[in-house]
Nanobody
């Protein structure tokens, strides 16, 4: 599975961004979004399970971030609204190939900076 995240940038507090994760190769069971801020551990943000279409977002971003995917199972999106400076991080997408596997395929991240 090859993954490419895009859509990051500089946005003011309260603004919105939509990140995309383009997947190619083997269709994965789940694609997840993670983020890592400077000096902090990597944090799980959300995921989509392609087999059921179910989505999940972490409590830390619930109500502000939503996860979706296209019907070709090739692109996953992270819609981020009401962004806060604390959301500043490098955002990565990753794939878990089977229902029992971990996120073992990672793409390059995209930088999101929330600042006035």
């Amino acid at each position: 599975v090859q993954l490419q995240a895009s859509g990051g940038g500089l946005v003011q507090p309260g603004g919105s961004l939509r990140l995309s994760c383009a997947a190619s190769g083997r269709i994965a069971d789940r694609i997840g979004w993670f983020r890592q801020a400077p000096g902090k551990e990597r944090e799980f943000v959300g995921r989509i399970r392609w087999s059921t279409g179910s989505t999940y977002v972490a409590d830390s971003v619930k109500g502000r971030f939503t996860v979706s995917g296209d019907n070709t199972q090739s692109t996953m999106y992270l819609q981020m609204n009401s962004l806060e400076p604390e959301d500043t991080a490098i955002y990565y997408c990753a794939a878990a190939v089977t229902a029992s596997s971990t996120y073992e395929h990672w793409g390059r991240g995209t930088q999101v900076t929330v600042s006035s």
